[in-house]
């Protein structure tokens, strides 16, 4: 019986690299991790708008005919596989063979040059050619000789820096792709994210080595330089880490935190420093020598089966108030740029190369080791004499190390991170516990400072003071002692020492404020994502069946185009997701934790605009009337208000049938600060209420009950507006619902007086 072979229908593999391969900025840092496997020692990426080009080159040691025809043009075939070290010594971080996709990825037609040490070739592609209907076998690639140069084939480029670098660094080896018919917009914010990925996916540590760059027509070469090391970074702590194969691990804590001064000797003896501390705080490294076991403590010991890693992690503090500052000894930080959205987070790298999305500012992997859990459950301060002080992960940033000889860390096919083993498990607490290591030793010092700050501050003593002397007045005036005049029972304080018990209660009445803010919106969180955690299960359940549709849609009926509409409907369903992290998560972001002129109308177009993508499958319509306003506020303040006004609207819509389904807000300025009112089309206040509206203001005042007549509202929506209206020395004016057949009416007045029109003074 003769024998039969399998093929592929051209378009499913291409459809197989596009899954690999699916994000522009991905398929960009891969083809700049090819270049690094090919040895280079500069690489660039050169978009020129005039002409919609991308050029991406490098000078590595390029390719023969018979590297292009075994292995880049076989799909699926990497040479990385068994031959992962290069000749340089570099180990090699692809080697699922789908590469090549990424230029798919980025447009339509492909031209590469590439000149090794034996030849110089041309090669081009249509990517188009894979849509032709065709199978794998019939698509074709043009490869020819060619004898120009690099430089030569870059003649031709708008941007002269560029051109000296390719005439400097790429005389001899290298390879070029240049990329037409782009699949996306190249705007500028792209473009910055793009630097900025590429920012983080090269450690600083190996950029004598390895540089690259990108360049627009008017990049010069100091600005096209991707690099994380400015110049301006600054840190507070420095830890690096080194495990064996044996399970031994070195930690080396580095103090760079403190500064006395002229006072150190002085500091050191008075507030009881052991003496072998002395050098830690001049330079020399706290220097652990442990084990895995120990930094992971259970009851069965564990086995290093994780292989050899390495780190090194950065603790940077951006603010402490006046009174930390006095008390620890903090060196000046004033001057500290805020990497948080940019190169913040704890990046993991796997052969010098970034393995995403481990550390990824502004998504949920961005604190992939989950410190903010530990830090909540263990709030203390770095003074708390017993509770154990914990980072927070906007606190800490730096970076992982891992081989592809660590084999028990394996990528996921799609290289969106690592495959979840219970070795991954054990190797997030490995790091945990490193981290721990240098928790301890700052709230050693924390504590130690602490005590000493208040033994040599007397506001203790001086309210200490007080309260007697106040009790003693107390006690003599109840006597009524006819022989002494009221004077003679009168007690005295010095003026000094009040101002200074009055200063310290002012502090602390100014943090209890910022804590109950905070609280508020926190709890507006909580009220949103309460009201529709069953919605939120609902669409998590809808888009697990909807992958599950494309995956079967795929495998079993081989019906492409239904596959993909599956995955477009997930896709949609994603978005509403993130249009629900947008109304809850992003409120209480820290930058909007300060207090600060903020432009209104700008703020509450986002926001709506936020709830619209949210609200738009219920049929509800939110509309926004603002003119130019800037407003002295907390911006998560305001938006704790209105989400809360949102919220009870949209429960009112489904509470009941109502055709129309519509929030009207109009947002003016005052005399005095601003006016806003907010009306809905929904049912309205129940009769308990219509006479004496106010109460809705109450805490735990609802009318929100199931069907059995339970409350299910948390009653503390209205409270929390009450509350921080009051904030701003406004008014809420609700007499409206009184007279009123349907619909809720509020009118909030907030009282500013730095409030400004848009280009006014």
Known sequence: MPKVPFNVHAYTARLIGRENVSRLEGAVLELVKNTYDADASDCFIYYEESTGTLYIGDNGHGMTEEI?????????????????????????????????????????????????????????????????????????????????????????????????????????????????????????????????????????????????????????????????????????????????????????????????????????????????????????????????????????????????????????????????????????????????????????????????????????????????????????????????????????????????????????????????????????????????????????????????????????????????????EEKDKSKNNSNKSPAASTQFIEVSKAKTVIENKENIIRDLEDENRLLRALATTGIVTNTYIHEIKDSTHKLSMKIVMAKEALEIDNDKEEAIEYINAANEIKNSFNSWFKVTIESVRRDKRTMKNVDLKQLLQTLVNSWNEVAWNKDIRINLQITDIFFTCFSYEIESVFNNLITNSITSFESAKVEVKEININVVSSDSGIVIDYEDSGVGLSPAYKNTPRRILEPSETDKRNEFGETIGTGMGMWVIAKTVSEYNGEIDLSKNTNSTSGFHIRITLNESRIRNKGGA
Request: hydrophobic share 30%; charged share 30%.
């Open 68 to 472: 292009i025809r075994r292995h880049w043009m076989t799909i699926g075939y990497s040479s990385k596989v068994d031959n992962y070290t290069t000749k340089k010594g570099r180990i090699q971080t692809g080697a699922k063979g789908i590469g090549r996709f990424a230029l798919d990825r980025i447009s339509d037609r492909c031209k590469m040059i590439t000149i090794s040490e034996k030849e110089r070739l041309e090669w081009n592609v249509n990517w188009s050619d894979f849509s032709s209907g065709n199978t794998i076998t019939d698509i074709y690639a043009d490869l020819n000789s060619i004898k120009y140069s690099i430089e030569d084939f870059m003649q031709d480029i708008q941007n002269e820096s560029l051109k000296k670098l390719v005439s400097q660094k790429f005389k001899n080896t290298g390879t070029i792709f240049k990329l037409s018919i782009l699949r996306d917009e190249w705007s500028s914010s792209l473009i910055e994210g793009i630097r900025n990925n590429l920012a983080t996916l090269i450690p600083p540590e190996i950029e004598n080595v390895f540089r690259v760059y990108f360049f627009c027509e008017n990049t010069d070469i100091t600005k096209a330089a991707v690099t994380l090391n400015d110049g301006n970074f600054s840190y507070d702590y420095k830890i690096k880490f080194k495990a064996n194969t044996m399970g031994r691990v070195i930690v080396e804590i580095y103090r760079e935190e403190f500064d006395f001064q002229d006072q150190f000797d002085r500091v050191f003896h008075e507030a009881g420093f052991p003496l072998d501390e002395r050098e830690h705080f001049k330079g020399k490294p706290i220097v652990h020598v442990t084990t895995i076991s120990n930094l992971v403590p259970k009851k069965t010991k564990i086995k290093n089966t994780l292989g050899k890693f390495s780190g090194v992690l950065y603790f940077s503090k951006l603010s402490a108030s006046k009174e930390e500052k006095e008390k620890y000894y903090y060196k000046d930080f004033s001057g500290r740029k805020d990497f948080r959205d940019t190169f913040g987070g704890i990046k993991l790298y796997r052969d010098n190369f970034r393995v995403r999305p481990y550390g990824e500012p502004r998504t949920s992997n961005y604190d992939w080791l989950l410190l903010s859990n530990r830090k909540t459950k263990s709030p203390a301060a770095i003074s708390h004499p017993n509770g154990k002080w914990r980072v927070t992960a906007d606190q800490i940033l730096g970076s992982v190390y891992i081989s592809r000889t660590n084999l028990t860390l394996p990528d996921q096919a799609n290289r969106e991170g690592i495959v979840e083993t219970k070795e991954f498990g054990n190797f997030r607490e490995v790091i945990k516990g490193v981290i721990s290591l240098f928790e301890e030793d700052r709230q050693k010092i924390g504590r130690i400072l602490s005590k000493y700050y208040d033994e040599i501050h007397f506001t203790e003593q001086y309210e200490e003071e007080i309260l007697k002397k106040a009790e003693k």
